[in-house]
C-alpha cells in the first residue's frame, strides 16, 4: 500500500511538470515556400567552412555561403547564411544551423551532415541545394598556400586575438596576441587568411560572412590571375584533394564556358541584414540566435537566383577610374574593390603629377540626371555635393573619375562595424 501511495505522490509531482514541457515546446515553422527558379537553368552549390581540422570531428559549420550559378542568364550570386540562423533540423527538433552537418555525422543519419544540412536549407529557406563542397581549416590552409597566399582589400579595421604562432597551444591564454589588420591591402599567407575569415571579436556573425565573400573574390581573382581554369583537370585535382565534394569533373566542366567569362565584378553579393532578414533572440537554451525573418528571406533569396528583370541580365555596367590621391599607399585599391561590389566596373589608373586632395572627389563624365548612379557612389565614398564635378564627356573613357582623398582612410568603413577602441581590455577566448 505504501509503494502504491509513492508512485501515486510521484505521478501527481512529475506529470504535470513533463505536460508542462510539452506544452511550451518551441513551435515548429512551416516549410518555407520554395525560390521560384522560373524555367532557367539554374545550379545551386552549397560551400561549408568546417571548424575543425581534426579529420575523425566533424565540427561545426563556421562558414556558409551559397553559390548560385544561372546558366540561362550568365549571371552568378553569392548569399551567406549566419552560422547563428535559429532553423528546424527535423528530428533534432529547433537548433542553430551551424550544428545541422555535425548532428547529422554524429547521429549517423542516412545521408550523413550533408543530407541533414541541406535539408535543412530547403525546409527553412526554401533553397534547393544541387552540390556540396566542405573544406576544414587545414584544407583550407592548403589551398590559399597552393595559391602563394592571396591579396584582400580591408575597408573595416578587425582587432582580435590571434595566436602568436600556429604551433601553439590554442588553449594556453598566454599564447595569444592581439592583432590588427588596418586599412588597406594586404597579401595573407593561411594563418592569417583565416584568422581574418574567422574574427568576430570587433565585428559580427554577419560582419564574418561578407569577409568570407572577400577570400572567395580574393580566390577567384588569383585562379583567373593564374590561368588556372586553362588546365581544369590540374586545377581540379588539386582542389578536389582538399576538400569533400559530390561535385565530379564533369559537373565543373559543364559550367566552365561561365566560369571563363565571370570576373569578380561579374558576382552578384548578398548578406542577410540585421533587422530586415534576422533579428537578436535568445533561445530557450539561453543560446543568442538569428531569427529568420521569413519574408524577407524570401525576396532576398529570390533576388540571388533571379534576375530582378529581362534586362537587368548581364547589365552595361557603369564605369569608374580610380586615382590615388591620398597620399598612403592602396588607398585607390580599397576604394575600387568597394565600388565593385556596389556593381561598378572599376579601373585603378596611375596619373601623371596627381595632386594630393584632403577629401575624395568624383568627376561625373556622363552628364546624366536620369537614372545617374553618382548619388550611390558619393554615399558609398561619403562625397558631399561640394565634392562632385559635372564634366560632360562624349568621348570618355570612363563614366566616372574618382580621386581618392587622404580622409578616405578614417571613413572607408560603411558598414555595420563597430570599429575597435585602441585596446582590448580582456582575456581572450581560446580556441576548442
Not at 569533373?249 to 565584378?265: E, F, H, N, Q, Y
Not at 533571379?306 to 555596367?317: D, E, G, H
Request: with cysteine.
Amino acid at each position: 500500500m505504501r509503494r502504491l501511495l509513492c508512485i501515486f505522490i510521484t505521478l501527481l509531482v512529475f506529470v504535470p511538470r513533463l505536460a508542462a514541457q510539452d506544452a511550451t515546446a518551441e513551435p515548429i515553422p512551416e516549410a518555407m515556400p520554395l525560390i521560384d527558379e522560373g524555367n532557367q537553368d539554374i545550379v545551386n552549390i552549397l560551400l561549408i567552412g568546417a571548424a575543425t581540422n581534426n579529420p575523425n570531428n566533424p565540427g561545426l559549420t563556421d562558414s556558409l555561403m551559397v553559390l548560385s550559378v544561372n546558366r540561362t542568364a550568365g549571371v552568378v550570386s553569392a548569399v551567406s547564411i549566419p552560422r547563428d540562423l535559429y532553423v528546424y533540423l527535423d528530428r533534432f527538433k529547433m537548433q542553430k544551423i551551424n550544428t545541422a552537418y555535425f548532428y547529422g555525422e554524429e547521429n549517423r543519419v542516412e545521408g550523413g551532415g550533408f543530407k541533414v544540412l541541406t535539408d535543412a536549407i530547403l525546409y527553412n529557406l526554401g533553397l534547393k541545394i544541387d552540390y556540396y563542397v566542405r573544406v576544414n581549416y587545414t584544407g583550407f590552409g592548403d589551398i590559399i598556400d597552393a595559391l602563394g597566399g592571396i591579396d584582400i582589400t580591408v575597408d573595416c579595421v578587425i582587432r582580435d586575438w590571434k595566436l602568436k604562432s600556429p604551433e601553439l597551444d590554442k588553449q594556453v591564454a598566454d599564447n595569444y596576441e592581439v592583432y590588427t589588420l588596418g586599412i588597406g591591402q594586404w597579401h595573407m599567407n593561411s594563418e592569417i587568411a583565416l584568422w581574418y575569415v574567422r574574427s568576430r571579436k570587433s565585428s559580427s556573425d554577419l560582419d564574418r560572412g561578407r569577409r568570407q565573400q572577400d577570400m572567395l573574390r580574393a580566390i577567384w581573382r588569383k585562379i583567373r590571375a593564374g590561368n588556372m581554369l586553362q588546365s581544369l583537370p590540374q586545377t581540379w585535382d588539386a582542389l578536389s584533394k582538399n576538400v569533400i565534394t559530390n561535385m565530379t569533373l564533369a559537373d565543373v566542366a559543364g559550367m566552365l564556358p561561365l566560369a571563363l567569362s565571370i570576373d569578380t565584378s561579374d558576382i552578384r553579393y548578398f548578406t542577410f541584414r540585421q533587422l530586415h532578414e534576422v533579428v537578436n533572440a535568445y533561445s530557450p537554451k539561453g543560446q543568442a540566435v538569428l531569427i529568420p525573418q521569413r519574408e524577407a528571406i524570401t525576396a532576398l533569396l529570390q533576388q540571388v537566383v533571379l534576375p530582378p528583370n529581362a534586362s537587368q541580365i548581364k547589365p552595361q555596367r557603369p564605369t569608374i577610374a580610380v586615382v590615388n590621391a591620398s597620399g598612403v599607399p592602396t588607398m585607390d585599391l580599397v576604394a575600387a574593390d568597394r565600388l565593385e561590389l556596389e556593381g561598378f566596373k572599376t579601373t585603378v589608373i596611375d596619373e601623371a603629377n596627381v595632386q594630393y586632395r584632403q577629401y575624395d572627389h568624383i568627376v561625373d563624365y556622363t552628364g546624366a540626371t536620369k537614372g545617374s548612379p553618382i548619388g550611390k557612389i558619393a554615399k558609398v565614398l561619403k562625397v558631399t555635393d561640394d565634392g562632385i564635378e559635372v564634366t560632360p564627356d562624349p568621348n570618355r573613357q570612363y563614366d566616372y573619375k574618382v580621386y581618392v582623398g587622404g580622409m578616405y582612410q578614417y571613413w572607408s568603413c560603411t558598414r555595420d562595424v563597430l570599429q575597435p577602441k585602441p585596446d582590448i581590455e580582456a582575456t581572450p577566448e581560446t580556441d576548442g
